[in-house]
């Protein structure tokens, strides 16, 4: 997955993620990278479906937790975990 160029100034960010993505049988077979620019509502992504595989750039507005994406190939629903404290 190769990141967009504003990634590269992360002063310009509000949040930022990068998420291994495992499918139905427990295996990580995708990755999602989420951020949000300082001052905005809307959340940028890097998808790589856990499900069917394809790659999707996309944005979303999120109106509660937890974030949810939808893949638009397999229409599935991908749920992004909240990091758990070790």
């Known amino acids: ?11 310009n960010l ?3 993620t990068r ?8 295996e990580q077979m995708g990755a999602v990278v989420m951020w949000r620019k300082k001052g905005e509502e809307e959340f940028n992504y890097l ?11 996309s944005h979303v507005f ?19 975990e909240k990091l758990a404290a070790k």
Do not use: T
């Open 47 to 57: 998808l790589q479906c856990p499900h069917c595989g394809v790659e999707q750039q």
């Open 62 to 80: 999120f109106k509660k937790r937890p974030y949810r994406l939808k893949c638009n190939n397999c229409e599935k629903s991908i749920l992004i």
């Open 14 to 16: 509000a949040y930022i």
């Open 19 to 26: 998420r291994k993505l495992a499918n139905e049988n427990g």
């Open 1 to 11: 997955m190769k990141l967009p160029d504003e990634l590269k100034n992360v002063n």
